[in-house]
């Protein structure tokens, strides 16, 4: 399994059920109800930026890599 399809939860290691319960409560005391969206949104988008970018930089590699293959032969 590559770093894009590895589950979130196989990311954040060994961790209880009630120490994602905690980690929780203290976001939602940190941020509100209201923040809590508005933060993941912008969470997706920078990951998102980021998965493109990255797809992006290795099409360019792979696309050189190929035409100086081509120009060996």
Do not use: C, Q, W, Y
């Not at 809590?36 to 998965?51: D, V």
């Not at 590699?61 to 032969?73: A, C, F, V």
């Amino acid at each position: 399994m590559n770093a894009d399809t590895t589950p979130l939860f196989l990311l954040l290691g060994n961790l209880s059920t009630g120490e994602l319960i905690l980690i929780f409560a203290v976001v939602l005391l940190l941020f509100g109800a209201k923040r809590i969206p508005e933060l993941a949104r912008g969470l997706g988008k920078g990951i998102r930026e980021f998965k493109d970018a990255s797809s992006g930089i290795r099409k360019e590699i792979e696309k050189e890599t190929e035409t100086r293959s081509e120009n060996r032969s």
